[in-house]
């Protein structure tokens, strides 16, 4: 205690029949193989061909949109066959018109939460469905980590679960821990990142635990205010914490722990799962433009505009293709 150097066991190669005696030096002299300094950082040690992980290359299609490719023709050709019916059962679209304008209420900063999980549960519902293989690991199996004492039915592990299953279960983890739309996007970038690197499928006895462990690590990652292993425990009354923990240890260790998600790779799963909603006929809502909400579009137009003036006015022309534009007139828009 308080002495500045510590005893270390230098163990060198035999040369010849005599024993190299043991050497003591202090702290300061020793010099390690590899200092801490020289660590390479998460981002260096991701994997050079990016386009074999969806999930990180930004123009890379994701998993769940080559999953779904069958399907989506079997839709299409379903469509033309059944023209008529399926225009009757289809939900008509409101259209703008000069008094009235409706606006998607769901955007790439502020997705809707209800459609975005359908989205999401809809791609884990293709991942289960189109699987190649049924190779799994045992920290996801629910026979060997059951998050329920109710039992299950006799079929669990080769029944497939249907779409409203993976929605009912995602939906009540969302509404109970109050995530955030942003959220279910991450993790459904974490759980391909999952299948990528563990080299693995979601089959019918795994795909709770693995879309468990992805909405665990999201939000803790993607907000600021991350919820509690314990209070994931309140939701699943039979799942202990230290299960919980283990859980999330192991995800970790899969992923390599390359928790990072740009902002292009999130742009590129939020517009792939709008055409993969398309697709599958869910309509996202659209909201009459009121006189407030036109008011607040107004005011942000206007600070993009003295933003833009102001770097005109340095010099700097960031959007060269805005010179040529000529404004030949406004007018004030009429909102019933």
Not at 5 to 13: G, M
Not at 116 to 143: G, P, Q, W
């Amino acid at each position: 205690m308080g002495n500045s150097c510590s005893c270390f066991r230098i163990t060198s190669p035999r040369h010849g029949s005599k024993n190299v005696e043991d050497t003591y030096l202090p702290e300061a002299e020793i010099q390690p193989e590899e200092s801490a300094s020289n660590l390479q950082h998460i981002s260096e040690r991701e994997p050079e061909d990016l386009e074999s992980d969806p999930s990180s290359h930004p123009t890379a299609g994701p998993l769940f949109m080559q999953r779904s490719k069958s399907d989506a023709r079997n839709c299409r050709e379903k469509r033309k066959s059944q023209t008529n019916q399926l225009f009757e059962s289809r939900p008509l679209k409101k259209s703008s018109s000069c008094s009235t304008i409706y606006l998607d209420d769901s955007t790439v900063s502020q997705p809707n939460l209800k459609n975005t999980i359908k989205c999401v549960t809809l791609a884990v519902f293709y991942h289960i469905r189109n699987r190649s293989s049924n190779k799994m690991l045992d920290i996801f199996d629910e026979r060997l980590h059951p998050l329920s004492k109710d039992g299950y039915p006799e079929d669990f592990e080769e029944r497939d679960p249907d779409h409203r299953s993976i929605y009912k279960f995602v939906r009540t983890l969302f509404n109970a821990a109050q995530l955030t739309a942003e959220c279910a996007i991450i993790t459904l970038v974490y759980l391909e990142r999952l299948l990528t690197y563990a080299e693995i499928d979601i089959v019918p006895s795994t795909w709770r635990r693995i879309v468990l462990g992805a909405i665990l690590l999201s939000s803790k990652v993607w907000d600021d205010q991350a919820v509690w292993n314990v209070d994931y425990c309140q939701i699943l009354k039979d799942i202990s914490v230290e299960d919980m923990n283990e859980l999330e240890r192991q995800f970790l260790e899969m992923l390599q722990f390359n928790i990072n998600v740009p902002a292009s790779v999130y742009a590129k799963y939020y517009f792939d799962l709008r055409t993969l909603a398309d697709q599958n006929d869910l309509t996202f809502p659209s909201e009459q433009l009121s006189k407030e909400r036109a008011q607040k579009l107004e005011a942000m137009s206007r600070i993009c505009e003295d933003k833009l003036a102001e770097l005109h006015k340095n010099g700097f022309k960031k959007w060269s293709s805005l010179d040529n534009i000529t404004i030949l007139r406004k007018t004030n828009a009429i909102l019933s």
